[in-house]
C-alpha cells in the first residue's frame, strides 16, 4: 500500500516556475516507478512524466521536454516536478501516481495503482 499527497501549486505567470512535491508513505515506495499526469478542465487526464524506481530512467510527454524535469529522492520517499517556461496550456490539476515494475504501459491511467488527489496549477494568458 502506497499513499501520495502532493504539494507545491498555485498560481504563476506565464514564464515561471513551479515545484510539485509528492510525499509517499508506505514500505514499498521504492518498488515503484512514479508518474505525474494532469487534468485541464474539460479533458481527459494526460501522462506528463515518469520517473523508475531508482530514478535512473525519466520519460516526458513532448510539450513539457525541455521545461519539465521529474526527480526522486527515496530517502525522502518524495518525487518532484520541477516545471520551468509556464505556459497557459500548463494550467491543470497535477496528480502523481505508482506504477509498479513490470511492462504496463506508462502512458495509461490503468498502469498505475494509486493516486494522489492532486494539486491545482494556474498559468493566467
Known amino acids: 500500500q502506497v499513499q501520495l499527497v502532493e504539494s507545491g501549486g498555485g498560481l504563476v505567470q506565464a514564464g515561471g516556475s513551479l515545484r510539485l512535491s509528492c510525499a509517499a508513505s508506505g514500505r514499498t515506495f521504492s518498488r515503484y516507478g512514479i508518474g505525474w499526469f494532469r487534468q485541464a478542465p474539460g479533458k481527459d487526464r494526460e501522462f506528463v512524466a515518469l520517473?523508475?524506481?531508482?530514478?535512473?530512467?525519466?520519460l516526458y510527454t513532448d510539450s513539457v521536454k525541455g521545461r519539465f524535469t521529474i526527480s526522486r529522492d527515496n530517502s525522502k520517499a518524495t518525487v518532484y516536478l520541477q516545471m520551468n517556461s509556464l505556459k497557459p496550456e500548463d494550467t491543470a490539476v497535477y496528480f502523481c501516481?505508482?506504477?509498479?515494475?513490470?511492462?504496463?504501459?506508462?502512458?495509461?491511467?490503468?498502469?498505475?495503482?494509486?493516486w494522489g488527489q492532486g494539486t491545482q496549477v494556474t498559468v493566467p494568458s
Open positions: 520517473i523508475s524506481w531508482d530514478g535512473g530512467s525519466t
Open positions: 501516481a505508482a506504477r509498479p515494475v513490470g511492462t504496463r504501459p506508462y502512458d495509461r491511467q490503468y498502469a498505475y495503482d494509486y
